[in-house]
């Protein structure tokens, strides 16, 4: 049998295991948007979503921001840490591939020369 | 020693990497325009991914084509796209069109430096929430596997 570490399973995690709270993520990745308009992209009741996003904002994933009548969302420290992540990925990504193009460009040259 | 790859969010919807290369300009541009050397750096050994096939009309007007395999994936998973502008060599512009139609255009510069060659390319979506879709998938998508996995733990028991 495979033994897992524990994980630790704090409010992020949580917050993550969640399809529909994965999806607002990714929502609100694109741009901001009310609980009510989350709701409706949804198919949800408002209080449903809201509750959902009671979640994502203990976990620091989303902040809101009440003005006048509506409540906003968007990603929160968390999520753009997260966003941090990818880009780092992403030079990673980059890294790798230019040291393998060193190795052939040092391959070229010495082709080259007699 | 590796030289240092630099990335840059430069706007709301572009990216930007930066990289020296310690060789002639027109080896550095070959290395990126022979199909046959290029499969030979493009997929990083640590990414597990396997080029299957690739396929570069390299001329303005042209088209690309590249299919690569992952032991995660069921299918096969090709990217495709134009050259807009190819002119040997400092300059090379493809569009990315594997996506939908919010993919980005990627333009790569090459520039002779001595005995070096300065490669800058850019990465420019289509708009800022083009770029941060983009980010926001790849972010997530990590998480979207990691609880698939539990989801099949815990319906395992």
Same mark, same amino acid.
């Given at each position: 049998?495979?033994? =897992? ?5 704090d ?5 993550? +295991?969640?399809?529909?709270?994965r999806g ?9 948007a009310?609980?009510t ?39 929160? $420290?968390?999520?753009? &840490? ?7 990925? =992403? ?13 052939i ?10 | 020693?590796?030289?240092? @790859?630099?990335?840059? $969010? ?7 990497? @930066? ?8 080896i ?5 325009? @022979?199909?046959?050397?290029?499969? $030979? ?32 994936? &069921? ?7 134009? =050259? ?7 300059r090379?512009?493809? @569009? ?5 139609d ?9 520039e002779?430096?001595?005995? &070096? ?7 420019? =979506?289509? +708009? ?12 997530? +998508?990590?998480?979207d ?13």
């Open positions: 049998m495979v033994q =897992y570490s524990t994980p630790r399973l409010a992020s995690f949580a917050a993550l +295991s969640d399809a529909t709270r607002v993520l990714r929502q609100l990745g694109r741009a901001d009310s609980i308009e989350l709701a409706d992209k949804f198919h949800m009741t408002l209080t449903g979503m809201k509750k959902h996003v009671g979640v994502l904002e203990d976990a620091g994933l989303v902040v809101t921001q009440k003005i006048g009548r509506v409540r906003t969302c968007k990603l929160g $420290r968390r999520a753009l &840490e997260q966003e941090a992540a990818w880009i780092e990925a =992403y030079r990673q990504l980059w890294a790798a591939r230019f040291d393998a193009l060193d190795e460009v040092e391959e070229l040259k010495r082709k080259e020369s007699p | 020693m590796s030289i240092t @790859t630099t990335v840059e $969010r430069k706007s709301d919807r572009e990216l930007v990497v @930066t990289r020296t290369f310690r060789g002639p300009l027109r550095v541009f070959k290395a990126w325009t @022979t199909p046959d050397l290029f499969k $030979r750096w493009w997929v990083p050994k640590s990414s597990g991914m396997t080029m299957l096939s690739c396929e570069m009309d390299i001329r303005t007007g042209g088209t690309y084509r590249l299919v690569f395999s992952h032991p995660a994936m &069921e299918q096969p998973m090709p990217f495709f796209g134009r =050259y807009l502008e190819v002119t040997p060599p400092s090379l512009v493809w @569009t990315n069109d594997e996506g939908d919010e993919g980005a255009v990627t333009t790569v510069t090459f002779e430096r001595v005995d &070096e060659t300065l490669v800058v390319l850019h990465d420019l =979506y289509p +708009s800022k929430e083009a770029l941060d879709a983009a980010i926001a998938s790849g972010a997530t +998508s990590g998480f596997e990691q609880f698939a996995q539990l989801d099949e733990m815990l319906a395992a028991g």
